[in-house]
């Protein structure tokens, strides 16, 4: 076989309900099941041919695509018979999403917080967060819908905590008639860099009073009742896409990922059970001998994850909670849609890891700003949510949660660009009070202003270098080369 052929393989996708069990055809779009309302995984009814192939074999597959120069297989869809192989080629939308590096902490920073840790990139994606993934696929699926159904237009709708609908609206842009974009937003509660995104790619924005969770539960009323796309996590299109962060974690690591702890921010729960989902199928494939560890981390201002499972099996009991300001506002979600999903997906982990092969941990917002910041000071690129698992990765290791062997990787979710008004709060110390965090002085980092504006003017530019430079050297002390 060419190297870069596009496979041939195709599977037979369906939605399983995890509320009562039914199945429905993947041919359509749904969101929630017709019968109970329940959230759909989808499933490839063909997977155990896959499984005709040795775990090597697949390696291998996947280590020589890595070359190729197909455009749809150079992102997500390298691993494209695991996540939603019934596209053709034509359908395949790629705008530089995945394969993200996974840059390992510099030797001061991991020995300030004790272990080896590195952080994957995923702000590196095109819209500068992971969200791309699974607008990649969910993308790739509209596509291949509206060329079988003739569709000649199609409203794409999400609400969102800032980056869904950055992606969304990038996406739609991109591949253009017959789809249209419309982003649902929490009036004040997205970042301006995050809104700038979807209104830059001309999207029709519409703002709401409340929180994301009061937007999701307009969105969900639109869907049920109108000719819409949703594209939150109830897509489950999406979390196939976002799958595909676990198979490049594995193969990154060269398939070995026996000792490896992954933190990762929980919002909607919807990457977290992506993450545990890729790296069930490579188990049941042989390409991965053992299952990694998944750490799930919440901020103690929107923690309902992390309350469910923080009491023994037998007391657990859901329940949404009000969330309260939090910095890792791409995860301030008081009632995640994919909460049924987390629960299948960690009760199979923990089948087959063992029981600490999930687990959530809990974190201060102080905690948040802090490791957000000290990782930025050692090269890294992190959002709040990265800095979220910075201080869910210091927390566990404090728990004695982590052997001596173990490997960190945390997710940076998004580029810290989209959060800079947090650190500008943290160097200005002004941080509304509700979120409780006191800015270390030590680390506020401030532009000076060596010489006045007015010093500029009426001044030739030879003049006025040479009293810039004396500025300069006055400030840093700097001894002449003569001297
Ligand atoms: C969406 C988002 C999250 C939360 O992910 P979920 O899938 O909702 O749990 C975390 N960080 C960033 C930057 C996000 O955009
Ligand atoms: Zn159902």
Known sequence: MQKSAFPSYRGRMEYVCLGCGARRSGDSL?????????????????????????????????DERSATAKPALRGIF????????????????????????IIEASGALRDQVGL??????????????????????????????????????VLTVCASTGDTSAAAAMYAAYVGAPLKSVVLLPHGKVTPQQLSQPLGSGALVLELPGVFDDCMKVVEILAENYRVA???????????GQESYALEVAQWYNWDVDDLCLFVPVG???????????????????????????????????????????VPANLRHWEPVTVRASVAQAAMIGNPVSFPRVKKLAQRFIEVGGEQAFQVIQVKEQQI?????????????????????????????HLGLLGDNAHAVL?????????????????????????????????????????????????????????????????????????
């Not at 691993?79 to 590096?101: C, K, M, N, S």
């Not at 007015?454 to 300069?472: I, N, P, S, W």
Request: aromatic content about 12%.
């Open 230 to 240: 949703l594209l939150n996590s109830k897509n489950s299109w999406r979390i196939l």
């Open 30 to 62: 749904l969101y929630t099941c017709p019968d109970c309302g329940g959230v759909f995984l989808l499933e490839n009814l063909d997977f155990a041919k896959l499984k005709e192939k040795s775990g090597q074999a697949w390696r291998d597959t996947f």
């Open 268 to 310: 909607n729960a919807g990457n977290i059970t992506a993450i545990m989902a890729g790296f069930l199928k490579m188990y049941d494939l042989g390409i991965i001998s053992r299952l990694p560890r998944i750490f799930g981390v919440q901020s103690e201002h929107a923690d309902p994850v992390w309350r469910y499972y923080s």
């Open 411 to 483: 997710d940076a979710t998004a580029h810290s660009l989209k959060f800079s008004g947090f650190q500008q709060m943290y160097f200005t110390n002004t941080f509304p009070p509700e979120y409780e965090v006191e800015p270390n002085p030590g680390l506020a980092n401030q532009p000076e202003l060596l010489l006045a504006e007015d010093v500029r003017k009426g001044k030739d530019v030879a003049t006025f270098a040479r009293l810039g430079a004396e500025a300069v050297v006055a400030r840093l002390g700097l001894k002449s080369k003569n001297a």
């Open 369 to 397: 700003m802090d490791a957000m910041i000290m990782a930025n000071r050692h090269g890294h690129i992190s959002c709040t949510q990265g800095g979220e698992c910075l201080a869910g990765l210091i927390n566990a290791r």
């Open 116 to 153: 080896p840790f590195a952080y994957k990139n995923d702000g590196q994606n095109p819209s500068a967060s992971f969200k791309d993934r699974g607008m990649a696929c969910a993308f790739s699926y509209l596509k291949w819908l509206c060329r079988r159904q003739n569709w000649d237009e």
């Open 78 to 101: 390298r691993y494209y018979e695991l996540l939603a192989p019934i596209f053709d080629e034509e359908d395949i939308v790629f705008l530089g999403e995945g394969q993200t590096p």
